[in-house]
């Protein structure tokens, strides 16, 4: 702080309070409503205050949910998201430490090639490529099944760069050291470059497990059996029963559910969220 | 390309560490991609029996057609509004974190937690308030004296979609300030301050010219953001309607291609996308390489 005006001071506050108000209450709404009961909502007007119905809302939806919209209980397709997060971060992680290694460590024919191949994937999103990637898909077989909602999208370019960058701020040294004492390059990877990039890898987990739990599109697009439902795509079926209104108070307990898991991840661990973001989007 | 100055030897070792990635990128990335561009220059007769080389005919026919060009338009005003709304809004809350310093770490906790919130679930969460019958929202407007319908008045429709893709991208681009904010030297500013510079003068003469490479790269990022990341958030909400007021170009092409089957016009949509992408994806890395300078 340069110099103190007490007005400006009072102003800042105003403008994050506002601020934060604005992003929470959408959330407080729903959650909110995720307390009350079916008959709350026909009086014209959400309920502002808590209502005694959360406990029972929160059971049915995970223990039974709404059969009659074409959904499973929410366990199950929370256990689904939980499933296909993990695998995509860690699948991603995987494949990108390993081809970030053979770039920037060794030198062969088709190097640049293989790079650029990798850079591609940034400029193909699944929004541009709908049909014929669905059809990959079901050519293969993978339709309504993990393989098919994981490995389509654990390709990275960003993972692959980030590891690189990393990479070539190690130093040459280091790799010297290692094979004048007889590491060969498995070992040299096992033994110094993965314990060195712990924080990089805990920093992307955290942002490609949030990546990976709310993919929509691609679920909707592979899964036709309920038992492979992720939550993100349930909720918009639950939502959607277009017939009746939705059944309010089930609907937002799904999707306080739905958010809660990486809600918590980026709040308790801001720090490898943040690290994790500003640096793969560089 | 850089590389190290002391490498391994390994002649196959490298090509075994890139199989998996490369793998998945060419079947699952290149492959359709080519098969989208394939596709675009064919036509298939309606029974699927035979498909022949048309050249441009589904390009000439997708730009003949008004509900594409209108397509356009919209998603050229969705995309621009959401980029100005959401860059603004984060801008004026990354300067007001910058300046607090107790709570600063508390204020950012619940500011950003938005990033984890699918666009699904953005979508149905104002959905939810803008709900004609029962949200708060309508509520509030109507004793204003507006009426709100996002379901029959394609300008509502438009607003409220604009309104909820801006409300997820808010932490995205507040944490990008911050961290701008935070790497301009201190000493710059005080140097102002001694010479009689007050907060708002400081801000437009030495801060905002200092982010200018963060705001730069988020206004690429954030269109691409706001034509590709939202198909969720149109999906909940209006589903491209009333009638196409809110049917983006990506939400256009999966409801034209997968759901409407429309394979030679969805692909030509598909290749127009692409090019969209590239296009902003080279001038997201050419401007990493050389930061924009004065």
Not at chain 2, 3 to 19: E, Q
């Amino acid at each position: 702080m340069v110099e103190n005006r007490p007005f400006l001071a009072f102003l800042t506050h105003l403008v994050l309070i506002l601020g934060v108000v604005i992003v929470v209450f959408p959330v407080y709404l729903a959650f909110i409503a995720s307390t009350h009961g079916p008959g709350d909502f026909m009086r014209g007007l959400v309920p502002l205050l808590p209502g005694p119905h959360m406990i029972e809302n929160y059971s049915f939806m995970l223990n039974e949910g709404i059969s009659s919209a074409g959904a499973p209980p929410l366990s199950i397709m929370l256990l689904n998201s939980l499933v296909m997060a993990i695998l995509i971060a860690v699948g991603k992680i995987i494949i990108s430490i390993l081809s970030a290694y053979a770039i920037v460590f060794f030198k062969f024919p088709f190097r640049l090639l293989a790079f650029w191949i990798i850079f591609i994937t940034l400029m193909l999103p699944v929004e541009v490529r709908i049909i014929p990637t669905f059809k990959v898909v079901s050519d293969l077989g993978m339709l309504n099944s993990y393989p098919g909602l994981i490995i389509p999208l654990i390709a990275s370019a960003t993972a692959t760069f980030l590891f690189r960058q990393f990479f070539l701020t190690v130093p040459d040294e280091l790799m010297e050291a290692a094979r004048v004492d007889g590491a060969g390059p498995m070992k040299f990877f096992r033994d110094i470059l993965l314990p060195l990039s712990r924080t990089n890898i805990a920093a992307l987990f955290v942002i490609l497990f949030i990546y990976g739990w709310v993919q929509y599109l691609w679920p909707l697009l592979v899964t036709t059996d309920s038992r492979y439902y992720t939550v993100v795509m349930g909720i918009k079926r639950l939502a959607a029963t277009a017939d009746s209104e939705p059944q309010w108070n089930f609907v937002m307990a799904a999707v306080m559910l739905a958010m809660l898991p990486p809600v918590l991840v980026v709040i308790l661990m801001q720090r490898l969220f943040v690290k994790g973001l500003v640096e793969t989007e560089k | 390309m850089q590389a190290k100055r002391t490498i391994f030897p390994n002649k196959v070792l490298p090509y075994v560490l890139l199989v998996p990635q490369l793998a998945v990128t060419l079947i699952f990335f290149i492959w359709p991609a080519l098969q989208a561009v394939k596709s675009s220059f064919e036509r298939e007769d309606p029974f699927g029996f035979k498909t022949t080389f048309v050249w441009f005919e589904n390009y000439r026919r997708l730009f003949a057609e008004a509900s594409y060009i209108g397509s356009l338009g919209r998603t050229a005003v969705f995309a621009t509004s959401v980029t100005v709304l959401s860059m603004c809004l984060s801008l004026l809350l990354a300067v007001a974190v910058n300046r607090v310093l107790r709570t600063n770490r508390l204020y950012t906790t619940l500011l950003v937690w938005p990033y984890a919130v699918a666009p699904v679930v953005v979508g149905i969460l104002w959905w939810f308030m803008f709900n004609p019958t029962i949200g708060i929202a309508p509520y509030m407007l109507r004793a204003l004296g507006v009426s709100w319908n996002h379901r029959v008045d394609g300008v509502d429709a438009m607003i409220l979609v604009i309104i909820a893709a801006s409300w997820k991208q808010i932490s995205y681009n507040f944490l990008f300030f911050v961290a701008g904010l935070q790497s301009v030297p201190q000493s710059l500013i005080e140097a102002a301050a001694i010479d009689g510079a007050g907060p708002f003068k400081r801000f437009w003469t030495i801060v905002f010219p200092l982010l200018s490479p963060t705001t730069f790269f988020l206004l690429i990022v954030n269109i691409n953001y706001a034509m590709f990341d939202t198909f969720g958030i149109i999906d909940a909400t209006t589903q491209g309607g009333p009638a196409q007021a809110t049917n983006i170009l990506v939400y256009k092409v999966y409801s034209d291609g997968f759901l409407g089957l429309n394979i030679g016009s969805s692909s030509a949509q598909s290749v127009v996308l692409m090019l969209i992408v590239i296009a902003l994806t080279a001038i997201q890395f050419r401007f990493v390489e050389r930061r924009v300078q004065y």
